[in-house]
């Protein structure tokens, strides 16, 4: 007989690309979480803004498990109902007239980049390639998504990285207009970069992407894969700010929890993504498919979106009340259920140091870079779990500040 994994077995057996927190979660329900010894955690996480209606919720459980006495996977071979009723509906609910099904965002982003140089050379010609992205953005691991990305680390000490790809400064329009011209064929861009921090876009650089894009004939990519999916309060943040892209892309929150991504676009753009020009063996994966169905059509409801913003207010609110006690924050801010707070110059850097002790609290949070702390709790978390996640957190960053 096999004994009981431990955390001792993830450094034996695991690659040590990651270094998770001690516990070993096993069962979740809503916001809560059990470990292997019955302690029970309040979750602020989300599996990083992934399970946004929580752990096992009815409708998500429901929908995979009818779906799996039915049909799991066909491949691109044969389309199969889930799929085609998914892209219907992502369709009717947003801008976009077509649908690419994949199992994640970087893998969303990889089609939609490849996209973005296969419309360009269909329609200008070979010149007209370059990527214009930001610092600090994140787009995914792959090869293409980290080299577009803002941030070096990730694609430094892999070799060369492909050409033509330059980055800008978030919210600052004069540094794209230094840089875009008429060979320019994509701006890739996070309404609100997550893991650059939480930082929001403001109105007038998202509205100025659109007009610059559209003088030089580019095309707009909005990266939602952690916005979307009703993660600040709308379906998609691109109607927050009234700006339309011409790629979207979403990951994360849209499956729930279960693997899976997809790229939107337009009638106008698609038809460069032509047979055999790009593909995937899981996308449109039948059972990844219904619970995204599922996901979608719980979430972009009044109610779910309606109460996101709610909870926002609630938290914001503890968060301050917390801050004015310890000291610890600059700013508190994001949208929806999104949150971050940076750390005060005195705590530069430490955003991380306060999760082991949130979890010996008895609450999961997350960092977003090394001085925010981010909280993308489920949209449905009940009041009762927020208010005593809170006073949980609150106990963590008191030893923080404490120094216990
Ligand atoms: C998480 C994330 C990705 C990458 O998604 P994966 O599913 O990890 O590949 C891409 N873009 C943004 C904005 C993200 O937050």
């Known amino acids: 007989m096999s004994s009981r994994p431990t955390r001792a077995d993830f450094d034996q057996y695991m690659v040590p690309n990651y270094s998770p927190q001690q516990v070993i979660p096993v069962r979740g329900e809503g916001s809560r979480l059990w470990d292997q010894d019955g302690r029970e955690y309040i979750d602020f996480a989300g599996g990083i803004a992934v399970n946004a209606l929580g752990h096992c919720h009815p409708v ?10 039915r049909l799991w996977h066909l491949s691109n071979v044969y389309t199969n109902e889930p799929a085609l009723e998914l892209a219907r509906e992502l369709t009717e609910r947003t801008f976009a007239d077509k649908v690419y099904l994949c199992s994640s965002g970087g893998e969303a982003n990889e089609a939609a980049l490849k996209l973005a140089r296969r419309w360009a050379y269909d329609n200008h010609g070979e010149h007209k390639s370059r990527i214009i992205s930001f610092s600090q953005s994140f787009h995914g691991r792959t090869f293409f998504t980290v080299s577009v990305g803002g941030q070096p680390k990730y694609s430094q000490g892999f070799g060369p990285v492909p050409g033509g790809i330059v980055h800008a400064e978030y919210n600052n329009l004069d ?16 309404p609100i970069q997550g893991e650059g921090g939480i930082l929001p876009a403001t109105q007038e650089f998202l509205s100025g992407l659109r007009e610059l894009c559209d003088q030089h004939d580019a095309l707009l990519v909005f990266d939602e894969v952690q916005t979307g999916a009703g993660r600040t309060g ?12 011409d790629i979207l892309t ?10 899976v991504g ?16 790009h593909g995937s063996t899981y996308g449109g994966n039948a059972l990844a498919s219904a619970v995204a169905l599922a996901a979608v059509r719980f979430i972009d409801t009044p109610e779910v979106l309606g109460g996101a913003n709610k909870r926002f207010e609630l938290i914001r609110e503890h968060l301050e009340t917390i801050n004015r006690k310890h000291g610890v924050f600059k700013e508190i801010r994001g949208k929806g259920l999104l949150v971050g707070a940076e750390m005060a110059p005195e705590y530069e850097g430490r955003a991380k140091d306060i999760l082991p002790l949130a979890i010996e609290e008895g609450v999961m949070a997350l960092v977003a870079g090394p001085n925010v702390l981010r909280l993308a709790p489920s949209l449905v978390i009940p009041e009762q779990d927020i208010v005593e996640g809170l006073e949980r957190l609150e106990r963590a960053i008191a030893r923080m500040v404490s120094g216990q």
């Open 175 to 190: 540094s794209v207009r230094a840089l875009i011209d008429d060979n320019t064929c994509a701006v890739m861009v996070e």
């Open 250 to 259: 979403s990951a994360k929150g849209i499956g729930g929890g279960f693997p």
């Open 60 to 69: 998500l459980v429901e929908a995979l498990k009818s779906q799996a006495d």
């Open 262 to 277: 997809a790229m939107l676009t337009t009638d106008r753009v698609a038809p460069a993504m032509a047979i055999g020009t």
């Open 234 to 245: 709308s379906l998609y943040a691109y109607t927050d700010y009234g700006v339309t892209p």
